[in-house]
């Protein structure tokens, strides 16, 4: 079973940069990093949010609240899922995730019920 860990997350200045981390370990069969992954976010009191996918193509998707702002990529050969984030908004404040599918797709999705693994999550404060 795959296991996602993120990293990264840390309070910083609204305007300002950060870059999340989600390192996959790998099944002997199947190679998850290969894969459609993506990240989500959950603010307090509301529900948890798909926000970038990539697909094994290198298609890409993004919620509108953060299109031109962030940015998904992957290194197969590093395992890692990275989330480069410019321009930071109060608004992004929120716990991060990452998450992996079971079995192979080939386009990216923002939808939270194709994804089967996730990480625990890191936090991302922007104050203003």
């Known amino acids: 079973q795959v296991q996602l860990v993120e990293s990264g997350g840390k309070s910083v200045q609204a305007g300002g940069s950060l870059t999340l981390s989600c390192t996959a370990s790998?099944?002997?069969?199947?190679?998850?990093?290969?894969?459609?992954m993506a990240w989500f976010r959950q603010a307090p009191g509301k529900e948890r949010e798909g926000i970038a996918s990539i697909a094994a193509n290198g298609g890409q998707d993004y919620a509108d609240s953060v299109k031109g702002r962030f940015t998904i990529s992957k290194d197969v050969a590093k395992y890692t899922l990275d989330l480069q984030m410019n321009d930071l908004k109060p608004e992004d404040t929120a716990i991060y995730y990452c998450?992996?599918?079971?079995?192979?797709?080939?386009?990216?999705?923002?939808?939270?019920?194709?994804?089967?693994?996730w990480g625990q999550g890191t936090q991302v404060t922007v104050s203003s």
């Open positions: 790998e099944d002997s069969e199947y190679t998850y990093i290969r894969n459609t």
């Open positions: 998450a992996a599918r079971a079995s192979p797709m080939s386009w990216p999705s923002l939808h939270s019920d194709l994804y089967n693994y």
